[in-house]
Nanobody, 120 residues
């Protein structure tokens, strides 16, 4: 079994910062990529940022230059540093991890989601 635990959401004023973290644990052989998606009410879930092992991070255009994704390989953790937050960044943020488990099965897992609200 694989578990993803997210933390770091909350309420922040426009222009503020938040840092999200997601830790993967359980029967993991190898993690291929880690990323963050978000879903606002009435909207489709969209990819915010993703980092593939050994690759260059990719970002949603609207967060480029404001958000930074980073990965701690030793701790199976992915972070999302969000600066200069805007009201339109308000959404539930989900961690997404692609991995191979100890049964050598490759699949993606989702975190439970963490609410980010940007409002004055």
């Amino acid at each position: 079994q694989v578990q993803l635990v997210e933390s770091g959401g909350g309420l922040v004023q426009p222009g503020g910062s938040l840092r999200l973290s997601c830790v993967a644990s359980g029967s993991i052989l190898e993690i291929y990529d880690m990323g963050w998606y978000r879903q606002a009410p009435g909207q489709q879930r969209e990819l915010v940022a993703r980092i593939i092992s050994g690759g260059t991070p990719t970002y949603l255009n609207s967060v480029q230059g404001r958000f930074t994704i980073s990965r701690d390989y030793a701790k199976n953790r992915v972070n999302l540093q969000m600066n200069s937050l805007r009201p339109e960044d308000t959404a539930v943020y989900y961690c997404n991890v692609g991995l191979m488990d100890q049964m050598k099965k490759r699949q993606y897992y989702w975190g439970q989601g963490t609410q980010v609200t940007v409002s004055s």
